[in-house]
């Protein structure tokens, strides 16, 4: 994963290598310039085209930016140990979504769901919990059974903020990351990979047809009370920038967050065991890996990355879509993020996924709707996949990543 | 008929081939020898096209393949077997030793779907050409065996298929890894004599990677000891294995000091 | 013919007598069906026909080349829009609305093949009677446009393979539909509505569409059995080594791709005639998942498996109602609770025949008490002013199939039909594969001895 050393890269490099290396920076250099060129053009040809235009468009970038990462690492934590592209990600995100969505519109709950719901998250209070080997001690236990009143109770009689909501549907997701992978993936565990990839499909249809039969099949507006979906505005070179306060909490979550996943990989027992197995699984398990546990927390924690990006998505637009379809578009740019970073790299889900915010929010920016020119906005998609596909074929091991291919 | 001048192939930082340069006449035997890691496997590919040298060329009967496509050298004829055995497991024997003709068909998909005369008439040769290399190994590949998915068979008689595979490619030069690994000495006395056959029956050229000193000795008109990427010695087997140099490359310094001889009956080094 | 199964010296005549009376068997049961009188029977033929052509040809690229392809519904989409343009007759332009009107440029309008014979001086091909003609003109050209789009696609095979692969052709079905909806495409595509007034006769006809799908799985049958079937299965098998034994693996690739998305182009020109409209949320990925679904149930490569599959599929599809309808709570939670049950029983079952210790697996045990319970609550009356509301089961269709495929894929891999094809052999119990009592002898003797690592392949 994320602490790999540097020496597989270039296995094949050879005498292009010099060129391989500047070429990037080449291509970079000369975006940043057309970008530039292009908004003195706008600027040029319409006023209303300033600086704080783009400002605005930049922090929306940012914080685009900040959710695709949050989502992309996700993937990327998954494909980094058990090598399979988790095509369910992306509704995990959306159950995310609903859930959090219940949970602060509905409160407080009856006795009986109150029960289920704080049975279910205690189980993967748990379920956690049983990853550093104390699963049995009375004082895990005991944890688990305060924590299962205490969720009871809060449902039953606290009105949940975004805050809960978020949490809570942290934990909801969390669970059904795990159960996920120990329902549909761990059987599967060495099948051909087209098997693997075949059942992710199944599941990603599963759980849209679920969202429609459990949730609703209609676009659900996304307004808990916070004080951060309120205005914000601030003063770029005279002008006026209108924004939100998510502009502000999206990026510092997701700061947040990532340092505890960055901790937790780098400096925990947990996370030692991790980087081990998406080295050579089969080793690690000899050397007393508990490869199964493992695999488990990495869905556990990948999925509750998902729901925190997706409560920060609904707030940030105020609405989330169908079950059907809200999964899919988040989902598959959030895989495209970690390809361009490098699939199997934290650092790399993180850059990947600002550079695709900053990419797809400055390309509306910087074609809009002019004259009899349509803008792009109606494109903005087929150029998320088309960014994919191109990404893909011209350098599948993205940034920061390894040489995947086989060995003769 | 092989020329392989000053090739040098590195991964990272490892040099797996330093400035090799080695000839194969038509109808020769040669046998490439090394401890483990030497590059034999490497070479191989590198003649293959798995690899590209990263400098030097190979040439075959004059014409550059450095640089080619795998499959555009076994157009010209060399073809090779893999040292751990890559068949395609779940087509029967028969399929396996034809796929490896399909590319001197030259009618179209739409022929073979039509069965055009042409087509037919050329089918009917693959299989004319897929018995008579299965027939190298005796009876024990034909009968029923033909129809039977390979997964099926046993280790050695996969082997002898993917020998029958490689010849049936059409190839001039046959490149073998390890044609005796995981066979008994009984197998292995086998293999030899029809190791032997190919070459005097059949007309191939063949070069053969070997870690059995048996073998090598019995069939090589010239043995190439490899060791860390470069060519420590060439000749006959008697003269290879006195050298001190591969004495120390395989048994180290103080064995070579000590005046020590590799025997063929220390078969397995 | 060398590798097909020995027949006999009279076997040949003998099959293609059985072929042959296997034809006028489908001819007669097709004929039954037309005249039923059952307008819906006909329909569901005739739909199966369609997707049974779709899968088929899906089946060449993720089964037989085994790269896994997930664009297919593109591919359809191509074909699809394609006939329905040109088989738009001139007065459905007078029935379209207001917008359509204005959005479908005279050009895409004049695209239609009537035109286009009248143009060549054809005219005894733009009569009424002579619709058929046009049609297959029609479709013709739609699966060769698709056919060029299989080519763009088929390019990366060339560079990515396994998962890398399977998500840019899904990227690349997603692009074509997109590309569809956007303004630049709408003046011919008419946006997300589509057009309606596609002449329905052909799809929704048995004789039209059963004709393609067998003309498709003659082309694909012998495909797979030739030389080129053989190169293409090399690649599933073994990518490096078929490269080792002088495939052309670029070539072969593409040209799977080009033949498959070729008849995935003509069925989706059928299926536009099937539906009588052309329509983006006719192609959408759940289409790909559906045949995805029919090859892995039938069997990953076999074409009979395939057909069997989207038999299964069909079904689900056009008599699957009942499981969306609205029912009372208290059904649905019998229903659940069944399920539970059923599906504890069949996991214990399948736990105590493999011999896995120990057969009562928490996830069995927990399944069947929650079954258990949730039947009982339904069945018990405390709760029945609350089990009383209706509800209606959306998505139960999808539901079912993609927990079908999750359990296909984790406890049958290879699907009922694995990789074999249907032959009169199996009927006849006459299998060349299987040593007779004499090759038994002789293969005892050659061995004695001899082949004492037969077998193990453990010394590697």
Same mark, same amino acid.
């Given at each position: ?408 | ?81 893999? !040292? ?37 008439? !050329? ?40 020998? @029958? ?15 005796? @690994? ?55 087997? @008697? ?21 020590? !001889? ?8 | ?54 899968? +088929? ?28 343009? #040109? ?85 690349? &079905? ?36 059963? &004709? ?126 069944? +399920? ?25 045990? &927990? ?60 009927? #006849? ?19 004695? &001895? ?11």
């Amino acid at each position: 994963m994320s602490v790999r050393a540097d020496s597989g890269r270039g296995a094949s490099a050879g005498g292009r290598s010099a060129l391989r290396r500047v070429a990037p920076w080449l291509v970079g250099a000369a975006v940043l310039g057309l970008i530039a060129w292009r908004m003195v053009y706008l600027h040029s040809v319409n006023q209303n085209f300033n600086a704080a235009f783009f400002a605005g468009a930049a922090v929306r970038s940012l914080q685009l930016g900040s959710l695709y990462a949050l989502i992309a690492l996700g993937y990327t934590m998954v494909y980094g140990i058990i090598r399979l592209i988790n095509f369910a990600h992306g509704e995990v995100f959306m159950v995310g979504a609903f859930a959090a969505f219940f949970l602060f519109s509905g409160t407080p709950y009856s006795w009986p769901v109150a029960l289920l719901v704080a049975a279910v998250v205690a189980y993967g209070f748990m379920h956690f919990l049983g990853f550093f080997r104390v699963l049995g001690r009375p004082i895990v236990l005991g944890a688990a059974l305060v924590a299962f009143v205490a969720v009871a109770v809060a449902l039953a009689s606290v009105r949940f903020g975004w805050l809960g909501a978020m949490v809570g549907s942290m934990f909801v997701t969390g669970v059904l990351g795990m159960t996920i992978d120990r329902v549909a993936y761990k059987p599967l565990r060495g099948a051909p990979r087209n098997s693997m990839l075949i059942t992710a499909i199944a599941v990603s249809f599963f759980l849209q047809n679920f969202g429609i039969l459990a949730f609703t099949n209609r676009q659900t507006p996304f307004r808990p009370p916070s004080f951060f979906t309120g205005g914000l505005t601030f003063q770029v070179g005279g002008e006026t920038v209108f924004a939100t306060w998510m502009i502000v909490l999206v990026p510092a979550v997701t700061l947040l967050l990532v340092a505890v996943l960055t901790t937790l990989v780098t400096r925990t027992r947990l996370g030692r065991a991790m980087r081990a197995t998406s080295q050579d699984a089969e080793t690690a398990r000899m050397m007393g890996v508990d490869v199964d546990r493992v695999i488990a927390s990495t869905f556990l924690l990948g999925s509750m990355l998902a729901a925190a990006a997706a409560v920060m998505w609904g707030m940030s637009f105020g609405s989330i879509n169908q079950p059907a379809i809200f999964g899919i578009l988040p989902g598959i740019k959030a895989f495209a993020a970690a390809v361009i970073g490098g699939i199997g790299s934290l650092p790399g889900a993180v850059i990947g996924g600002l550079l695709l915010g900053f990419l797809e929010n400055f390309l509306t920016a910087l074609f809009p709707r002019v004259g009899d020119f349509t803008g792009i906005t109606e494109y903005k998609d087929t150029f998320a996949f088309l960014a994919m596909i191109l990404i893909l074929l011209l350098r599948p091991s993205g940034i920061v990543g390894e040489d995947l291919s086989e060995k003769v | 008929m092989l020329r392989i001048e000053a090739i040098n192939k590195a991964f990272g930082g490892l040099q797996a081939i330093s400035q090799l340069s080695l000839q194969v006449s038509k109808g020769e035997i040669v046998s490439v020898i090394g401890p483990n890691g030497a590059g034999k496997t490497t070479l191989f590919n590198l003649i293959t096209g798995v690899y590209r040298p990263d400098t030097g060329r190979i040439l075959f009967e004059g014409k550059q393949i450095s640089g080619l496509k795998p499959n555009r050298i076994v157009d010209l004829g060399i073809a090779r077997t893999f !040292q751990n055995l890559r068949l395609f497991n779940n087509l029967s024997v028969l399929q396996n030793v034809l796929i490896s003709q399909h590319h001197r068909l030259n009618t179209t998909w739409f022929a073979s779907v039509l069965r055009t005369p042409g087509y037919m008439r !050329q089918e009917r040769e693959m299989h004319e050409v897929a018995l008579e290399k299965l027939a190298f190994f005796g009876p024990r590949l034909m009968s029923f065996r033909l129809d039977q998915p390979v997964e099926v068979l046993s280790y050695a008689n996969r082997r002898r298929t993917e020998m @029958a595979r490689a010849m049936a490619t059409g190839a001039r030069l046959l490149l073998l890894d390890e044609p005796s @690994a995981g066979m008994n000495p009984s197998e292995t006395a086998e293999i030899t004599d029809i190791i032997r056959r190919m070459r005097d029956d059949g007309g191939y050229t063949i070069v053969l990677v070997e870690h059995k000193m048996n073998l090598v000795k019995d069939i090589s008109d010239r043995v190439v000891v490899l060791d860390y990427g470069r060519k420590i010695a060439e000749g006959s087997y @008697a003269d290879v294995v006195n050298d001190p140099e591969v004495i120390e490359a395989y048994l180290g310094k103080r064995a070579a000091e000590q005046g020590a !001889q590799l025997s063929g009956t220390a078969a397995d080094l | 013919m060398p590798g097909t199964p020995d027949y006999g010296p009279r076997g040949v005549m003998l099959r293609r007598l059985l072929n042959v009376a296997a034809v006028i068997a489908l001819v007669v049961v097709l004929f039954f069906v037309q005249s039923s009188g059952s307008v819906k029977l006909g329909q569901v033929f005739a739909l199966f026909a369609i997707w049974g052509i779709a899968t +088929v040809s899906l089946n060449l690229i993720n089964g037989v080349t085994g790269i896994l392809s997930l664009g297919h519904h593109g591919f359809m989409l191509i074909g699809g829009y394609v006939t329905g343009l #040109l088989m738009l007759p001139e007065s459905a332009r007078e029935n379209l609305s207001f917008s359509a009107r204005n959005s479908l440029s005279d050009l895409a309008i004049g695209l239609s093949v009537e035109r286009w014979m009248n143009a060549l001086g054809l005219d005894f091909l733009a009569t009424p009677e002579t619709i058929g003609v046009r049609f297959v003109i029609a479709a013709l050209l739609g699966g060769l446009l698709a056919a060029v789009f299989g080519l763009i696609v088929g390019f990366p095979s060339l560079r990515l393979r396994g998962d890398y692969l399977a998500v840019v052709t899904f990227a690349f &079905g997603e692009v074509i539909r997109l590309l569809a909806s956007t303004p630049l495409m709408a003046s011919y595509t008419n946006g997300a509505l589509g057009f309606a007034g596609v002449p329905s006769q052909f799809g929704k006809s048995v004789w039209w569409t059963f &004709g393609a799908l067998a003309l498709t799985v003659f082309v694909f049958a012998r495909l797979k059995k030739g030389s080129y079937g053989r190169a293409l299965q090399s690649i599933r098998e073994d990518e490096i080594a078929a490269e080792a034994m002088g495939v052309n693996i670029a070539y072969h690739k593409v040209l799977a791709f080009i033949i498959s998305a070729f008849f995935a182009g003509v069925a989706g020109g059928l299926w536009v005639s099937w539906v009588g409209t052309a329509r983006l949320d006719l192609f959408l990925f759940t289409l790909t998942f559906y045949f995805l679904v029919a090859i892995s149930v039938g069997g990953t490569g076999s074409i009979t498996g395939a057909l069997i599959g989207t038999v299964l599929v069909v079904w689900v599809r056009q008599y699957g109602d009942p499981l969306e309808q609205a029912y009372p709570l208290s059904t649905w939670l019998i229903a659940a609770g069944a +399920v539970l049950v059923v599906a504890a029983a069949l996991g214990w079952l399948y736990r105590r025949n493999r011999r896995l210790r120990p057969v009562a697996n928490p996830f069995v045990i &927990g399944a069947a008490v929650v079954g258990v319970l949730a039947a009982l609550l339904a069945l018990s009356g405390l709760l029945d002013a609350q089990l009383a509301s209706r509800w209606q089961g959306f998505g139960m269709r999808a539901i079912a199939l993609s927990v079908l495929l999750v359990v296909i894929m984790i406890f049958k891999p290879a699907g009922i039909m694995g990789r074999r094809e249907f032959q009169w052999t199996w009927l #006849l119990k006459d299998r060349k594969d299987v040593p007779t009592e004499e090759e038994r002898r002789q293969d005892a003797w050659l061995h004695r &001895g001899g082949d004492a690592t037969a077998g193990s392949g453990a010394e590697e």
